[in-house]
């Protein structure tokens, strides 16, 4: 069965340094994936997704993740954070057929000053 | 565009009352999905319209009914809430069902007293 583990439910980052979370899942077969972002009291909006291709994509807000199928890892990155950054972010992968999608549990970002 | 919406936004029911959550596209989507979210759990599924004219079961159907009333909207039913459906409902539409990419609502915040 497909599943997502996002290992750190929060983090805490100082403004301007860098950021990783990470994201492990199981698929079978070539997953699609994605990264979300939800703001306090917001929807989710795509930050980014993988379908096939370089393994390493750009998404919006200065964030890229890069897709490495033999840790079967995609894990999120931003060189520096903003404050504007603090939000909850989540980890997703549907099958190459479509569908549904997968969510992991959520990481918190929190921002120091 | 409005993208997708929700309403209510916010909701207080008693055990045992009913009530219709609805969900709203502009975008000329094909498939929609309705989730809740639980504090550490993620995204739930809890059933979803690949098309136009057909529902299916996720993750978490039991105590839930939906109906896909025609291409833009997608409404959840509780026909009898239940404290455990205290929770936060997501509603999300996708352009076709192969392509996972998913568009979401700003959410419901239901409880269930």
């Known amino acids: 069965a497909q599943s997502v583990t996002q290992p750190d439910i929060h983090i805490t980052v100082s403004e301007g340094a860098s950021l990783e979370l990470r994201c492990n899942y199981s698929?079978?077969?070539?997953?699609?994936l994605f990264w979300y972002v939800q703001s306090p009291g917001q929807g989710l909006q795509l930050l980014l997704k993988?379908?096939?291709?370089?393994?390493l994509v750009q998404g919006i807000k200065g964030f890229e993740a890069e897709f490495k199928r033999s840790q079967s890892s995609f894990n999120l990155r931003k060189p520096s954070v903003h404050w504007s950054d603090a939000a909850e972010y989540f980890c997703?992968?549907?099958?190459?057929?479509?569908?549904?999608?997968?969510f992991g549990q959520g990481t918190e970002l929190s921002v120091k000053p | 565009n409005a993208g997708v919406t929700q309403t209510p936004k916010f909701q207080v029911l008693k055990t045992g009352q009913s009530m219709t959550l609805q969900c709203a596209q502009d975008?000329?989507?094909?498939?929609m999905y309705w989730y809740r979210q639980d504090p550490g759990m993620g995204l739930r599924l809890i059933y979803y319209s690949a098309s136009e004219g057909t529902t299916d079961k996720g993750e978490v159907p039991n105590g839930y009914n939906v109906s896909r009333l025609n291409k833009r909207e997608f409404s959840l039913r509780l026909e009898s809430a239940a404290p455990s459906q205290t929770s936060v409902y997501f509603c999300?539409?996708?352009?076709?069902?192969?392509?996972?990419?998913?568009?979401f609502g700003p959410g419901t915040r239901l409880t269930v007293l």
């Open positions: 993988y379908f096939s291709g370089d393994t």
């Open positions: 698929y079978g077969a070539t997953p699609y």
């Open positions: 997703a992968v549907g099958r190459n057929q479509g569908g549904k999608l997968i």
């Open positions: 999300a539409s996708s352009e076709v069902w192969q392509y996972n990419e998913q568009f």
């Open positions: 975008m000329n989507h094909n498939s």
